[in-house]
C-alpha cells in the first residue's frame, strides 16, 4: 500500500503522556481536515484525551498499540503515512517501533535526544528505511529544531547571497548556538530519558566512547575532518564567540552533547553542504553582572562534572532513590506556567571568506513543554502534508536534512520566528 492510500495521514502515538496531550491539543487546534488517529496503550484512556480535545477531534479514531506487543505497532504503521511518537524513554521503549516504521515505508517522528539510541537506529534500520522509503526524523522537538534549523537558515541565507554557489564554495566555519533567554523546564520524560542515557552508560564502555565522540552519528565517521577538539561544554566570554556578545559570560548549554551531534549529522547527511570547516558548539548567556563570570565557571564546571562522572554516579546511587527526587515522565507544569514559557537562541557563524551571520529563533510557551508541542506537531504534519517541499532523503534523519524547507515555511503561522542576517 502506497502512502497515498493509507487510512490516516498522521497517527499520535503516547497521547495520554503529558506531553502527548499537549501535542494533541495542538493538532485539534491546527490539523483540520487532516486524518488522525490517536494511538496508546489503553483505548479508555485515549478517549478520555479525545473527549478533552473539542469537536474537532470527536471522530478521531483510537488504536491500541504497545511497545511489548510488536504486531499492534506493525498494524500502526502500515495504517498511516507518518507516526508521530512522545513514548519515552526511547532506548526502552522506541526501537520495535522504528522497526515498525522502517519496514512499512512509514515516515516518523519523535522527541528523541538519546545519542545512544540514535545511533543504533542508525546501524539497524538506516538501509531499511531508505529501501522503504521512509523518513526516520528524531529530535523534532525543542532538542533539537532550534540549533538545527538556526544553521540550516544560515547556510540557506549564505547560498542565496552568492557565497555558497561557486565550484570552490564558501563553507560555514566556526558556528555558535547561544541561548540568549530561556524561561521554563525540560520535561520529565526528557530527565528519565538522562537517567536511562546514565544507566547505560554506567555498564558499557562503548556508550561511554560514542557519547565522548563529537561525530557519533555521522554517515561516515572516516570522511569527517579533523578540526580538533570540539568541546560540548565550552566556558567563553561572549566576546570571543561573537562582537555583538561584547560583556556576556556564556557557559556551557545542557543539551549540547545531543544537540550538537544532531548537526553535525544533518551536514554530513546533506554530503556535507554547510562544510567540511564546520566547528559547530553551543553555549547560554549567564549576563554581564559582576558575578556572571563565577556563575559561568561554576555552571560549567558541574555539567562537566554530570557528563563525565555520570555513569560512576549512577553505579553507585540506588536508580529508585534518583528518580524519587527528578521529575516523573508524564508530569508537567501548570498552564499558566507553560504559558508563561520562552525560549530565544542567537546562532552566529564566520565563513571561509570571513562572512558573518547570525540566525535569531524565538518561541513562546514553556520549552519543554508548550513549545516542544507544537515544534513535534508541525514536524509530524510537515511529513505528512508537504511532500512537495521535502528533501528526497530517506532513512534515519534529522529534522534539517528530511524537512528542512517545509519547517522553515511553517514557523511563522505556528508562532516561530526565525529570522538571519548578514553582519558583515
Known amino acids: 500500500m502506497t502512502a497515498a492510500e493509507r487510512e490516516f495521514d498522521l497517527v499520535l502515538y503516547g497521547a495520554t503522556g503529558f506531553v502527548g496531550k499537549l501535542t494533541a491539543e495542538y493538532l485539534a487546534r491546527t490539523g483540520a481536515g487532516v486524518r488522525i488517529a490517536l494511538a496508546g496503550r489503553s483505548t479508555d484512556r485515549l478517549r478520555a484525551v479525545r473527549d478533552t480535545l473539542g469537536d474537532g477531534a470527536a471522530d478521531w479514531p483510537l488504536l491500541a498499540a504497545e511497545a511489548s506487543e510488536p504486531s499492534t505497532l506493525k498494524s500502526m504503521a502500515e495504517r498511516t503515512r507518518v507516526v508521530v511518537t512522545t513514548v519515552g524513554p526511547y532506548a526502552k521503549y522506541g526501537l520495535p517501533l522504528v522497526e515498525a516504521c522502517a519496514a512499512a515505508g512509514t515516515d516518523y517522528a519523535d522527541l528523541c535526544g538519546e545519542a545512544y539510541f540514535i545511533r543504533n537506529t542508525i546501524d539497524l534500520f538506516h538501509k531499511q528505511a531508505v529501501d522503504t522509503g521512509a523518513r526516520i526524523v528524531h529530535a523534532c522537538g525543542f532538542d533539537s529544531i532550534p540549533s538545527d534549523l538556526t544553521v540550516y537558515a544560515l547556510y540557506r541565507k549564505a547560498v542565496e547571497d552568492g557565497t555558497g554557489e561557486h565550484e570552490h564554495r564558501e563553507e560555514l ?127 560549567t564546571g558541574a555539567l562537566h562534572a554530570t557528563f563525565g562522572l555520570g555513569s560512576r554516579f549512577f553505579r553507585v546511587l540506588p536508580r529508585r532513590l534518583v528518580e524519587r527526587v527528578l521529575p516523573k515522565p508524564g508530569t508537567g507544569p501548570s498552564e499558566k506556567a507553560r504559558e508563561r514559557g520562552y525560549y530565544k537562541a542567537e546562532t552566529y557563524t564566520t565563513t571561509t571568506s570571513g562572512a558573518r551571520y547570525v540566525a535569531t529563533i524565538a518561541q513562546r510557551g514553556d520549552p519543554g513543554y508548550k ?54
Not at 547527511?269 to 559547530?280: N, P, S, V
Not at 514536524?379 to 505528512?384: D, N, R, V
Not at 528533501?391 to 536534512?401: M, N
Open 173 to 299: 566555519g566556526e558556528t555558535t548556538f547561544v541561548l540568549r533567554g530561556f524561561s521554563g523546564g525540560f520535561s520529565g520524560g526528557t530527565v528519565a530519558s538522562g537517567v536511562e542515557l546514565f544507566q547505560t552508560a554506567s555498564t558499557d564502555p562503548d556508550v561511554r566512547r560514542l557519547l565522548g565522540d563529537p561525530y557519533s552519528l555521522s554517515t561516515d565517521r572516516g570522511a569527517e575532518s579533523d578540526l580538533g577538539p570540539q568541546p560540548d561544554l565550552p566556558w567563553r566570554r561572549g566576546g570571543t564567540i561573537a562582537p555583538e556578545l561584547a560583556g556576556l559570560w556564556t557557559a556551557g548549554f545542557l543539551m549540547a552533547p545531543s544537540n550538537t551531534r544532531i548537526v553535525r549529522r544533518s551536514n554530513a547527511l546533506q554530503d556535507w553542504a554547510y562544510g567540511r570547516r564546520l566547528r559547530y558548539s553551543e553555549a547560554m548567556s549567564l549576563g554581564s553582572s559582576i558575578a556572571a563570570p563565577v556563575t559561568s565557571a561554576g555552571l
Open 371 to 424: 513549545a516542544t508541542s507544537v515544534l513535534l506537531g508541525e514536524s509530524g504534519l510537515a511529513l505528512a502534508l508537504d511532500r512537495d517541499k521535502l528533501s528526497d532523503l530517506r532513512g534515519v534523519l534529522t529534522p534539517a536534512a528530511a524537512m528542512g524547507d517545509a519547517l522553515l515555511a511553517r514557523f511563522p503561522k505556528c508562532g516561530v520566528s526565525l529570522h538571519t542576517a548578514r553582519l558583515t
